[in-house]
Each structure stands twice: as structure tokens, then as C-alpha cells.
């Protein structure tokens, strides 16, 4: 393994004091419990966001603080669900008197621990809702999960909730658009190779040198199926059939393609993919209003993409051009 770390055990506390020192104007970072929080939080009147998970996935969710987007984030170890503590604290830190809205990918600890920390914050007198996400259409179990998992579309839920939440709306309609989000929204994955967890110094899985993983989740879980190496242009059809078939996408719809990197794919590989997603699309006759390509929801250094396919409307499209100000997302500001 060859990683830029010191000790594998202090990898998440060392990355919050980076993050920390690079960006005080934006966040400022707690370390007892792990918490990433808006540098002006508690914002009076308005409903806060939150989220988390295991940490290996970033830019999300830390990277997703600031203006416009999230106003915390709580950070586990590596693929480790955060603790209900570290949600409390959060939900507790960011709190302006409208109400909390957590947004909670569908895996079983981040579901389990996001429910208990709510009900904490019931108690003392703190409107809490949840919204799951769960666009992932590659499997519908898993060994994180009961149901889908939650994958790309977080990333365009929490910039267009946290948008709404920014303009001031309601806690019930700031969590429903995020729950209209979720439900018009769908995703699928593929890896090209494993990736490495830091305490475990070894590959998650195997991959043979002429084998990919379609529909990977993005702590290395299986996916639908290993194939043999193929182009690009197959990849994509590959990922993007089942997206369209899912919801179903159809002819004369206008959507946000998110074309997302897994940490370990440059982004001339990506550039080809969209394109390549863009070619599908204008076959099928659904046009691609809105774009973002990149790596911002990864799985360490694993190399491969996965495809975020998100059916637009007025409102959705004002609400993603909006201005956002965090570290791994910044326009209009």
C-alpha cells in the first residue's frame, strides 16, 4: 500500500485539521465528536441541513458545508457510519429555531444512527425530519443495505435542498422538494479497479486485469455483474440503459447528467464518458439541461465513474443555478 498518510489510525482526525486549516472562512471543524459545521451556523430562522457517513468518500460530505448547501457534516472512520453523538452535536451546532433536516444515505448504520440522534433532538425540542436517499438502480440489496443504495443523487440533493433552505422556505418544504429530489433521480456505478482502505492496507476486492465491476457501490460492495474490459461507448450503455428504464426517463424529458468520478479516474476519462452519455441520451431524445462532471462522491482510489441522471423541472433548474460557496462546490457567490 502506498498512501500519503502517517499512521493509518489518525487518517480522518489528520484530514479534518487540513480541512480545517484550508478553509476557515467557510467551516470551522470540530474534533470531540467529529463534526464539519457552516463557519456562521447557527443561521437564525433558518432550517439547517446535515448529513454524513463513512469518511472515504470526498469531496462529500464535508466538502458539501457552506453557503447555499449543507451547514454540517459528520464524518466516520473510513466506510463507517458516524455515531448518533457526533449527529446530535451536529443537529444541536447548526440549529437557528426553523428545524433540521437530515439527509441520510441509505445504508443501515448511517439509517440506524441518523434515527436515534433524531429522536435525541425530538426530545429536547427540535424539529427533525429525514429524507433517505436511495437512487442507486444497479442492485436492491446489498451488504450495507435493505433496499437501494444511496449514491450520486445526494450530491444534487443537498446543493438543490440546500438552495430552497437558503432562500428561506419552510422545514416541510424544504424536505419534501429534497424527498421530489430523491424520487426523480437515479444512479449506477463501475469499477475498473479496488480500492485500498488505509487501516486495511489491502485491495476491498479483486479485479483481474481484464475485468470491470458494473453497478460497484462505493465502499466497494458487488455490483450486477463482472464483464470483460470493454470501450467506453458499452460502459455507457451499460450504466445508463437500466437509469432510463428505472424511473422511466422518456423522450422530450430535460435532465441533470452527472457524470462522477470514483478518486482514482482522471478527468480526461470522464470528459469521455459524458460525452459518450450525451450521444445515448440525444438518441433517446431527452435533452441535458444542466451538467456536472467530476469526482465529488468517491470511493478512496478506486478508479472507475458512476452516472447521476436527474429528470429536471423550473424549479429544480433554479434551485441548482442558484449561488453555493463550500469547498468542493462553489458558484454565483
Given amino acids: 500500500m502506498k498512501k500519503l498518510i502517517n499512521d493509518p489510525a489518525d487518517v480522518v482526525r489528520e484530514e479534518l485539521q487540513g480541512i480545517a486549516a484550508a478553509h476557515p472562512d467557510l467551516v470551522r471543524v470540530e474534533l470531540d465528536p467529529h463534526l464539519i459545521v457552516r463557519a456562521d451556523a447557527p443561521v ?18 464535508g466538502g458539501f458545508v457552506g453557503k447555499g448547501m449543507l451547514d454540517a457534516a459528520c464524518p466516520g472512520e473510513v466506510f463507517t457510519s458516524p455515531t448518533p453523538d457526533q449527529m446530535e452535536a451536529a443537529t444541536k451546532a447548526v440549529d437557528g429555531g426553523a428545524g433540521v433536516i437530515h439527509i441520510v444515505k441509505n445504508y443501515t448504520g448511517d439509517v440506524m444512527n441518523f434515527e436515534m440522534a433524531a429522536e435525541l433532538c425530538r426530545s429536547d425540542g427540535i424539529e427533525v425530519e429525514s429524507v433517505l436517499v436511495d437512487d442507486d438502480v444497479a442492485v436492491q440489496d446489498s451488504l450495507y443495505t435493505a433496499g437501494r443504495r444511496g449514491v450520486g443523487t445526494t450530491v444534487l440533493l443537498e446543493k438543490i ?8 422556505r419552510a422545514l416541510k418544504e424544504v424536505a419534501d422538494l429534497a424527498r421530489k429530489v430523491n424520487d426523480k433521480g437515479r444512479s449506477m456505478g463501475m469499477a475498473l479497479t479496488s480500492c485500498t482502505v488505509p487501516a486495511a492496507g489491502r485491495p476491498t476486492f479483486e479485479l483481474g486485469e481484464d475485468e470491470i465491476e458494473i453497478g460497484i457501490g462505493i465502499h466497494g460492495e458487488p455490483g450486477r455483474e463482472r464483464v470483460k474490459l470493454a470501450p467506453a461507448k458499452e460502459v455507457v450503455e451499460r450504466l445508463v440503459t437500466p437509469i432510463l428504464d428505472d424511473l422511466p426517463f422518456s423522450t422530450g424529458d ?16 470522464l470528459y469521455l464518458v459524458f460525452n459518450e452519455v450525451a450521444k445515448l441520451l440525444e438518441g433517446r431524445g431527452i435533452t441535458i439541461g444542466r451538467n456536472l462532471v467530476g469526482s465529488f462522491i468517491t470511493s478512496l482510489d478506486m478508479a472507475g465513474c458512476s452516472v447521476t441522471l436527474l ?10 443555478d442558484a449561488p453555493v460557496k463550500t469547498a468542493g462546490l462553489r458558484w454565483g457567490l
Fill in 44 to 61: 437564525d430562522g433558518k432550517v439547517a441541513l446535515i448529513s454524513g457517513g463513512g469518511s472515504g468518500h470526498e469531496p462529500m460530505h
Fill in 161 to 168: 435542498a440546500g438552495a430552497a433552505a437558503e432562500e428561506g
Fill in 254 to 269: 430535460t435532465v441533470l447528467a452527472f457524470v462522477n468520478g470514483m478518486g482514482g479516474t482522471p478527468l480526461i476519462e
Fill in 311 to 320: 429528470k429536471l423541472d423550473d424549479e429544480l433548474t433554479q434551485l441548482w
